[in-house]
């Protein structure tokens, strides 16, 4: 995966929604209803391998209106996919949008009283309680990827399942993207590789009052962190800050613990020949089980690591992901790189590259990630 951050000048360039040169975006394109019908019709029959829908698509893809028609039914395939896929990082993970690739503040407001005070007659009005925020930065970066389908390929009529595999594989590598970005406010991921040695110990860490623990996910450790957070202070006002509604996040290896501690309603307890019965006060925890958490987590304690955060849109929002406004979805692309008649006059991108024949497809997706307030987060590699 290629991975680009840019900034300045740079990133407003790259911000904008223009054609780059050498490239065309299908969303661009203008393209009559008849010819989007017959591609879409075109290509559904050649996916579904109805007899003779083959041939019929490489007789099509001669003309230039047909090729530029099925692009722009790929694009729109692409973003119904996307749409379409399942994700879990917005259960644990707050998300914003920024304008263009500069950081964008992040503000978590405080202040040091509640409700407003008492004001005896003829007494002048108390002056406003002491306030603040703290501030964090979140950026964008832009990840993308390359496929090319040979012109070979297209003539001899075996381009099909590629082109039908491609709105799915781009659409599912965007929003794999966007897990990554959201499970790194959780790892210690490495952008170049997608590979986490470690919980992020950039976040969790003395300074924040969150150093990762080794205490293994059992009900009783539950309780035991869950307590401590009722009694958190305000680091300003120093004094006791109602919990947030919280969420419970663990790789898939945990899976069946989770459901061990969350499903009974009722728990019983022996002391000594004493049996009492009480509440599940853990049976309606949101938890969010995260298989991006196994995979990229390659530390010995990855299957035993869990996470306790605040869900999104709380009081004390501690994970954030980012998506650039006008751009929140992927976008696909097709090289244009043809060359030009001899004779004069433009010459299809989907009749090969100029020097090698082949016809590139580009991917693009653009996220970041960004910890907030630590105060109610907690971490334990479970060992």
Do not use: C
């Not at 223009?18 to 879409?40: H, K, M, Q, V, Y």
């Not at 949008?97 to 002048?124: A, C, H, I």
Request: glycine share 6%; no cysteine; proline share 5%.
């Amino acid at each position: 995966m290629t991975i680009e951050l840019l900034s300045g000048a740079a990133a407003v360039e790259a911000a904008s929604d223009s054609d780059l040169s050498g490239t065309l975006n299908p969303r661009a394109f203008r393209i009559g209803e008849a010819s989007t019908s017959r591609a879409r019709k075109a290509l559904a029959e050649a996916f579904a391998n109805q007899w003779g829908a083959d041939v019929r698509l490489a007789e099509a893809f001669s003309t230039s209106d047909f090729k530029l028609a099925a692009a722009a039914e790929l694009d729109k395939e692409m973003l119904a996919q996307y749409d379409e896929l399942p994700t879990v990082w917005d259960q644990y993970t707050d998300a914003t949008t920024v304008r263009d690739f500069r950081p964008k503040r992040l503000v978590s407001r405080w202040r040091s009283t509640v409700g407003m005070q008492r004001v005896p007659e003829l007494t002048e009005y108390p002056a406003d309680d002491r306030r603040g925020a703290n501030e964090y930065a979140i950026a964008v970066a832009k990840y993308g990827r390359r496929f090319a389908i040979s012109w070979e390929a297209w003539k001899n009529n075996e381009a099909i399942d590629e082109l039908e595999e491609l709105p799915g594989e781009l659409a599912r590598q965007a929003r794999e993207t966007e897990m990554i970005a959201a499970a790194s406010n959780l790892l210690l991921v490495n952008a170049l590789t997608s590979i986490a040695t470690d919980v992020n110990t950039d976040f969790f860490k003395a300074g924040n009052n969150n150093v990762p623990t080794a205490l293994p996910l059992t009900r009783d450790n539950l309780k035991l962190v869950w307590d401590g957070m009722a009694t958190k202070k305000d680091p300003q006002s120093k004094k006791v800050i109602a919990r947030p509604e919280m969420v419970l996040v663990v790789p898939k290896a945990l899976e069946a613990t989770v459901l061990s501690i969350t499903n009974p309603t009722v728990i019983r307890k022996t002391s000594g020949t004493t049996q009492t019965e009480e509440s599940n006060e853990f049976s309606k925890l949101s938890y969010v089980v995260d298989p991006m958490l196994d995979y990229l987590n390659t530390h010995a304690n990855a299957a035993t690591t869990w996470f306790l955060v605040p869900k999104p849109k709380s009081s004390r929002p501690a994970l954030w992901v980012a998506k650039l406004a006008g751009h929140e979805q992927p976008d696909l692309r097709v090289k244009a790189d043809t060359g030009r008649k001899i004779g004069g006059g433009d010459i299809s991108a989907l009749e090969g590259s100029f020097e090698i024949d082949d016809i590139q497809y580009r991917g693009r997706h653009i996220v970041g990630n960004q910890q907030g307030d630590p105060l109610f987060t907690y971490v334990s590699r479970g060992a």
